[in-house]
């Protein structure tokens, strides 16, 4: 069965620091997507990236960056020089192949990230 | 464009009672799903559909049935409500399956 793990429960860091959030995934699909989402403290999920498992290149937008590492089956996401607007509850997921008896979307428990001014 | 919306926003129900969540989307999306989020648990796929007249199960399905009879709406109803349904409710909606998904606000449901 496939599984997302974030293990960093809570993050504090304080303005202007870079942090990254780790997300380990597990499936037995060649074919699978990984997905970030944001939840900040108004409670609404914002769609952040989707990589497909085909592409290993890693992807900067503005701040935030994703290394993206299937020998270690990792997708970790980094904001480069925090802000306090980046406080929120990061979530990863997964989708794979969706073979019988697989859930087809699998979310990490999330992180949540505090940036202190 | 209203995006995702939600309906009710809060509800208390009591031990045995049912009700149903809207969930209406306007962006004539295929897709649209139903997640439950729990302290510490993350977010968890209840139902999902595929299409009007479609549905089909998710991760935690047991206790919720779904309709899709219209594109653009995805009814997610408890038939008796237990305490273990206290949760946050969430919608999603997209264009291609299992990409980018748009949420509605939530639904804040308490069973006493």
């Known amino acids: 069965a496939q599984k997302v793990t974030q293990a960093q429960t809570e993050i504090s860091v304080v303005e202007k620091e870079d942090v990254t959030l780790d997300c380990v995934y597990e499936?037995?699909?060649?074919?699978?997507?990984l997905f970030w989402y944001k939840q900040p403290p108004s409670g609404e999920l914002v769609f952040l990236i989707r990589?497909?498992?085909?592409?290993?290149q890693n992807e900067i937008s503005g701040r935030y960056s994703w290394n993206f590492q299937k020998s270690t089956s990792s997708f970790n996401f980094t904001i480069t020089a925090s802000q306090v607007v980046d406080s929120a509850v990061y979530f990863c997921a997964l989708s794979d192949n969706h073979h019988s008896g697989n859930t087809p979307l699998v979310f990490g428990k999330g992180t949540r990230l505090s940036v202190i001014a | 464009n209203a995006g995702v919306t939600q309906t009710p926003k809060f509800r208390v129900l009591k031990t045995g009672q049912s009700m149903t969540l809207l969930c209406a989307q306007d962006?004539?999306?295929?897709?649209m799903y139903w997640y439950r989020q729990d302290p510490g648990m993350g977010l968890r796929l209840i139902h999902y559909s595929v299409g009007e007249g479609t549905t089909a199960k998710g991760e935690v399905p047991d206790g919720y049935n779904v309709s899709r009879l219209k594109k653009q709406n995805f009814l997610l109803g408890l038939e008796s409500a237990a305490p273990s349904q206290t949760s946050v409710y969430f919608c999603?909606?997209?264009?291609?399956?299992?990409?980018?998904?748009?949420f509605g606000p939530g639904t804040r449901l308490t069973v006493l």
């Open positions: 962006m004539n999306h295929e897709y």
């Open positions: 999603a909606s997209g264009k291609i399956l299992w990409n980018e998904q748009f």
């Open positions: 990589r497909n498992s085909f592409d290993e």
């Open positions: 499936t037995r699909d060649t074919t699978y997507y």
